[in-house]
């Protein structure tokens, strides 16, 4: 079920790619807002502190659900930074670099304050720290509140944004990861 999701959340990723791709410049910067633009400079690096937790499961989690949970998680994101990518690109507007390994120097503590369900420096600390079942017990929990914030943001961009690409995107993210999230409580449960 999870690799159905994950595979139909990457084609709708691709398709919206596909459709931009054949846009002319004017066509692309037109019908959009600041919402959108929020959005997808909200959601690259919270997709990428997504990845770095996802690629520590590869080599720290116990659980093999939990591994593949996480490289779900990775399939999925990595072509949604880059559609986004290519949006903020085509509204020329500035786009965030270098993923969380580079964003050490940056306070997470304002970051969690405008991109809810961040994790902080320390959470990722011990997170890279733990292995077996206290890494599953970890990541679980972890994501799962990392989860809940992206499908804040990604109900705000339904709410408030203007292009139409980008809340599909958002609505996509939001089915997904709620579908995730009842997976990861059902393996905490277990």
């Given at each position: ?25 004017s ?8 919402a ?11 997709h990428?502190?997504?990845i ?14 939990v ?9 999925a994101?990595?072509?949604?930074i880059?559609?986004?990518t290519?949006?903020?690109e ?8 270098g993923?969380?390994?580079d ?26 720290n ?12 972890m ?6 914030g992206a499908i ?5 961009e339904?709410?408030?944004?203007e ?6 995107l ?11 999230i009842?997976?990861?409580q ?5």
């Amino acid at each position: 079920m999870r690799k159905t999701l994950t595979a139909a959340v990457l084609a709708a990723a691709l398709l919206t790619l596909a459709a931009c791709g054949g846009e002319d410049d004017s066509d692309t910067t037109a019908g959009h807002n600041d919402a959108d633009v929020t959005f997808a400079q909200q959601m690259i690096p919270h997709h990428e502190q997504a990845i770095d937790m996802a690629e520590a499961a590869e080599t720290r989690a116990e659980s093999q659900e939990v591994k593949d949970l996480a490289a779900d998680i990775e399939a999925a994101q990595g072509p949604e930074i880059e559609t986004m990518t290519g949006w903020l690109e085509s509204w020329g507007e500035d786009v965030p670099d270098g993923g969380m390994s580079d964003m050490s120097d940056m306070d997470h503590g304002d970051m969690s304050d405008d991109m809810s369900g961040m994790m902080s420096e320390e959470d990722m600390t011990a997170l890279e720290n733990a292995t077996g079942a206290e890494f599953d017990q970890m990541f679980l929990t972890m994501m799962i509140e990392h989860h809940e914030g992206a499908i804040e943001m990604a109900k705000t961009e339904q709410a408030d944004g203007e292009s139409a690409d980008a809340k599909a995107l958002a609505e996509d993210i939001e089915t997904a990861q709620t579908e995730e999230i009842q997976t990861m409580q059902e393996l905490l449960k277990s």
